[in-house]
């Protein structure tokens, strides 16, 4: 089946040309189906002028299935869960926008994740695998055509649901081309962000292709000691080596890189850890993200207020960089930063 949710935009021109297809057709069912939603071959050759033939090799299209929503009442964040075709669960969250009616789509890369940070509820999932370019696409035409049905619009999308995207790294990237695409998602480059727990490799590779989305790279901890604890497959790889490509990354785009940092009370938000975050960065350009943790079970509990203003005094003097606090809404329904487990 010829899916143009499963691969580039060029990769599906390059093989309807194959069969003939002009290209402005393969535009117009790329763009029947991300833009407008519409998954009827009926409809493609009636309402977008696409020939029988190739809706013929397309149709007929896998659909994730819906089956839980629920919206926080605290602050609005809406968590859909999916089911893939062998039921596995994935989750993917609304997340409103200070534009009023305008939200961002949280999606997930992969069911589970192996990557078994400790604060993260994903990383407890028995049931692991990555998902197909479709799966995730679809995540997102769902999730746009649900707020669409709310009165709102979809202007951006952050790959920071379950799993580590740069595991599953052709199909992101080619999720993020189809989001991207001026007859797909027609969304911004930058309006789009990929995050990863730091795979050194992933992240050279994604420099070196110069691809425009934003990078969110998620420390843990400054500290190789510390983040064996926190954050055990990634600290294989010193936090040193990570910073280096992070740094490698920021001078390629001459723009700074962003870091994010989940914030642990009595864990990771002492003065000795601003120090070391001083140290690990030092001049390279960087926007410091601070997540508070959220973590059901209750090992893990969030900095107090007390902790986090003395945090962010030591940043400042031992960084000196901008520092933003990054709100993780949806707490209530587990909708939060490491909180997505599948539950609905």
């Avoid at 999916?82 to 949280?106: N, Q």
């Avoid at 999932?125 to 707020?147: C, F, G, K, N």
């Avoid at 789009?192 to 691809?211: A, F, K, N, Q």
Wanted: proline residues 6%.
């Amino acid at each position: 089946m010829w899916d143009p949710r499963d691969q580039t935009p060029d990769s599906f021109l390059a093989r309807t040309r194959d069969l003939g297809v002009p290209d402005p057709a393969a535009r117009r069912l790329t763009s029947a189906i991300l833009a407008h939603g519409v998954h009827d071959p009926a409809e493609w050759g009636r309402s977008f002028q696409v020939p029988k033939l190739l809706g013929g090799r397309v149709a007929p299209l896998p659909r994730l299935t819906r089956d839980a929503s629920v919206v926080s009442p605290g602050d609005g964040f809406q968590k859909l869960r999916f089911r893939t075709f062998d039921g596995l669960a994935v989750e993917t969250v609304l997340i409103p926008l200070h534009k009023p009616g305008a939200v961002s789509v949280c999606l997930s890369s992969q069911v589970g994740c192996a990557m078994a940070c400790a604060f993260c509820a994903t990383a407890r999932m028995p049931t692991r695998r990555s998902l197909a370019t479709w799966e995730i696409v679809d995540q997102w035409v769902q999730a746009r055509d649900l707020a669409r049905s709310q009165g709102r619009r979809v202007t951006g999308a952050v790959f920071m649901g379950m799993g580590e995207p740069f595991l599953n790294y052709d199909r992101v990237i080619a999720a993020a081309e189809l989001l991207r695409c001026p007859y797909g998602g027609s969304i911004g480059s930058a309006k789009i962000t990929i995050s990863t727990v730091g795979l050194v490799p992933e992240i050279d590779r994604y420099t070196r292709e110069g691809h425009r989305y934003r990078l969110s790279i998620s420390l843990g901890a400054a500290t190789d000691e510390k983040r064996r604890d926190l954050v055990p497959i990634a600290a294989r790889t010193p936090v040193a080596e990570v910073m280096a490509a992070a740094r490698r990354h920021a001078l390629a785009r001459r723009d700074r890189v962003m870091l994010s940092y989940v914030c642990i009370s009595g864990e990771n938000v002492s003065e000795d850890d601003a120090r070391a975050l001083g140290e690990l960065i030092g001049d390279t350009p960087v926007r410091l993200d601070l997540i508070d943790v959220t973590d059901p079970t209750g090992r893990f509990a969030p900095p107090s207020a007390g902790e986090m203003t003395a945090f962010r005094d030591a940043l400042s003097r031992h960084v000196g960089q901008p520092v933003v606090r990054r709100y993780s809404g949806g707490k209530d329904i587990q909708a939060a930063c490491g909180t997505l487990a599948g539950e609905g």
